[in-house]
């Protein structure tokens, strides 16, 4: 007793459908264009301010803040006093860390320098219990005053 399932070669009652059917695909877009086309126009309603025009003036840095350096050949300077070794750096960031309000470690990276470079300058900081520390960068030329 055998059980056929398929044709047996010639026989075209039955042609296997190639296309895919996109109905379903296209009713999700259509709702979902629904959605975005009802939500967008309450999202973006604010209240009309005149928001004051202000220009994008760098800081000055602080006298107690921490300016540290890091030149192409990944040698570290606390302003321009060198530093022999990173556990050298650690230990005088650690007394900076006690002092209230602690102050803040700004990071001069050359434009060359390697990030690991710079990287150990920044875990250094995280070790000796740093909480501020930033990146100073060159402007773009043509922006500012």
């Not at 220009?55 to 606390?78: S, Y």
């Not at 650690?90 to 860390?97: C, D, S, T």
């Not at 875990?123 to 060159?138: D, L, N, P, S, Y």
């Amino acid at each position: 007793m055998a059980m056929q399932v398929g044709s047996a070669g010639g026989d075209d009652e039955e042609q296997l459908n190639n296309t895919i059917n996109t109905t379903p695909l296209v009713d999700v877009m259509l709702v979902l264009l629904i959605i975005f086309l009802i939500t967008v126009p309450v999202i973006t309603e604010t209240v009309k301010l005149d928001l004051p025009i202000e220009q994008n003036i760098p800081l000055m840095t602080k006298p107690e803040n921490i300016t540290i350096a890091v030149n192409r050949d990944g040698e570290i300077f606390w302003g321009t006093e060198r530093m022999p070794d990173i556990e050298t750096l650690v230990n005088r960031l650690k007394v900076e860390a006690l002092k209230e309000p602690q102050p803040e470690v700004h990071i001069r990276g050359d434009q060359e320098v390697r990030y690991e470079s710079v990287g150990r300058v920044v875990v250094a900081c995280q070790r000796a219990g740093i909480f501020k520390v930033g990146f100073i960068t060159e402007p773009p030329a043509g922006v500012g005053g």
